[in-house]
């Protein structure tokens, strides 16, 4: 069984820390991982301030695809993050990174404007009003 989607801190065997919305999935015998936007974060300090500050990359650079699948063998250890400040800095990312890919999150209140017909007379009035001014 599917269990619901969430933020995590997974530690690899390879060494790295990533954190992503996940979602365990049981394919046959063994547990996937279904990764959302994968990210590492990097401690950085400013130099002409001395400030320390945390830079979020993505985790694969080389893909414009957000959702990948991860083996759990391939996973130390994970852990569930409940912390709200961690988690809108990870969405904040998301949305920038949306901003500058040009990319919208669907939603189920997105849909057409209008219908064919209705689309068709609007434009229509449109053409002849700007065609002929005098007409309404």
């Not at 990870?90 to 919208?104: G, H, K, V």
């Not at 209008?114 to 609007?122: C, E, L, M, N, T």
Request: one cysteine or more; glycine letters at 2%.
């Amino acid at each position: 069984m599917d269990k619901e989607e969430f933020h995590a801190v997974l530690k690899l065997v390879s060494g790295e820390e990533i954190f992503s919305k996940v979602q365990p999935c049981e394919e046959e015998d063994k547990t996937i991982l279904i990764l959302d936007s994968p990210v590492t974060f990097e401690n950085i300090t400013i130099r002409q301030s001395g400030i320390q500050a945390v830079r979020i990359n993505p985790w694969l650079k080389m893909t414009d695809d957000p959702v990948l699948v991860m083996n759990m063998d391939n996973v130390m250890t994970m852990t569930e993050v409940h912390d709200k400040n961690m988690i809108n800095v990870y969405n904040r990312f998301l949305r920038d990174q949306n901003r500058i890919n040009n990319r919208t999150d669907l939603s189920p209140n997105m849909g057409f404007l209008s219908s064919i017909s209705d689309a068709r007379i609007f434009l229509e009035k449109l053409y002849k009003s700007t065609n002929n001014p005098s007409e309404p």
